[in-house]
Every structure is written in C-alpha cells, then in structure tokens.
C-alpha cells in the first residue's frame, strides 16, 4: 500500500484528502506543520507528498525543496487555495511537481497523484 504524507495546516483539509486517498488504498500520515512533516519523513518512508505551498509560518516550495534533498524522486503535490502555482514550474529541481488548486474533487486529487507518480524519473543511482 503507498504511503503518502499529507502536509496541510488546516485540520479539514488533511481530513478530505485522507478520506479519499484511504478509500483508494493509500496509507495516509498527516502533518499539520514542517516541522512535523519533516521529522515524519526522517522516521518513515513515503511515497508521495501533497504540500499546501502556504503552510503557517513556512514556504510550502521550501519544504517540497527540503523533502526533495532527502529523497530527489519523490513525486510531489502542491495544492494552494491562495495562487496560482505556475511559479512552481520555473523552479530549478521543482519543475515535475503537479500542482492542484484548492478547492478539488477528489477525482482531481487522484489524476493530480496519477500525474505525480508518473512524473517521477528514477535517478541514476536507482536506476543502477
């Protein structure tokens, strides 16, 4: 079963995309902070994540950059209620991450995970 980390600061929105991700056979760890996220990821492996870019007191993009030093393959979801997430595209290292506009349907979140599965090119060092 994938595990995926589900990294919003809005308690109803982690609530929704687990719901629907536990109901298409994923195992969900929420995190309500970076912080949080982060010392998640050093215990676990995951995945996939879906980040909200406009977490309380963190750049979501930071932490999509610091997850992504730790595991470069990791395939990402950005979702923000707030912007558009173009400027995600034009980031060096951030290009392959699918972005989702809040609000979504569930069947949004799944192709926005399909897509990000999908993305993800093995390293080298995997591919070895």
Sequence with gaps: MPRVLV???????????SIVLRINQFEIVEA??????LKAFEEQGFD?????????????SDLIGTLRERMPDLPVVAISGMTAL????????????VCLQKPFRPHDL???????????RPSVAAAR
Excluded at 49 to 60: E, K, R, S
């Design 7 to 17: 990294i919003d600061d809005q308690s109803d929105v982690r609530a929704m995309i």
């Design 32 to 37: 309500a902070s970076a912080p949080a996220a």
């Design 48 to 60: 996939l994540a879906i980040v909200d870019i406009f977490l309380q007191g963190t750049n979501g």
């Design 86 to 97: 173009d400027f995600l595209s034009e980031s060096p290292g951030l290009s392959d991450v």
């Design 110 to 120: 799944m192709r926005a995970i399909e897509a990000a599965r999908g993305s993800v």
